[in-house]
Nanobody, 130 residues
Framework: QVHVEESGGGSAQAGGSLRLSCAVS????????MVWYRRPPGNERQAVAR???????????TFADSAKGRFAVSKDTWEDIFYLQMNNLQPEDTAMYYC????????????????????WGQGTQVTVSS
C-alpha cells in the first residue's frame, strides 16, 4: 500500500509564494509518477503538474497552462518527498491542492491524467488574497 500526505498549505498575498510538500511512504509501483491537482471552490478538479518518481522510469515534467512559468516541481534527493513550489500566486490559485501517485498511462499521456492504481493524499488548502 502507498500512503500519500500533503502539507504546506496556507494563506498568501497575491504575488507571494508557497511550497507544498507531498510525503510518500510504502512501496511505490515501478511505473509511477507524481501528479498535483487542485479543486477551486465550486469547481471541478484541475490538473496542475506531473513529474517522475524514479530514474528508471523517465516521465516528462509537465505543467498545466495555469502553472507554467510560476510553479515548479522537485523531489528530495534522499527521501520520497515531492514539492510543488508556487510563485506569483494569484487569487484564482485558491484551491484545495492534492498530490497523488499514479501509474502507467497516467505518467505517459500527453496531458496530465491519472490512470490505473492511483493513491491520493487528503489535500491541503491554499488561499490567496488580493
Amino acid at each position: 500500500q502507498v500512503h500519500v500526505e500533503e502539507s504546506g498549505g496556507g494563506s498568501a498575498q497575491a504575488g507571494g509564494s508557497l511550497r507544498l510538500s507531498c510525503a510518500v511512504s510504502g512501496d511505490m509501483p515501478a511505473r509511477s509518477c507524481m501528479v498535483w491537482y487542485r479543486r477551486p471552490p465550486g469547481n471541478e478538479r484541475q490538473a496542475v503538474a506531473r513529474m517522475g518518481t524514479r530514474t528508471d522510469f523517465p516521465v516528462r515534467t509537465t505543467f498545466a497552462d495555469s502553472a507554467k512559468g510560476r510553479f515548479a516541481v522537485s523531489k528530495d534527493t534522499w527521501e520520497d518527498i515531492f514539492y510543488l513550489q508556487m510563485n506569483n500566486l494569484q487569487p484564482e490559485d485558491t484551491a484545495m491542492y492534492y498530490c497523488a501517485i499514479t501509474t502507467g498511462m497516467g505518467c505517459l499521456h500527453s496531458t496530465i491524467i491519472t490512470a490505473g492504481n492511483t493513491y491520493w493524499g487528503q489535500g491541503t488548502q491554499v488561499t490567496v488574497s488580493s
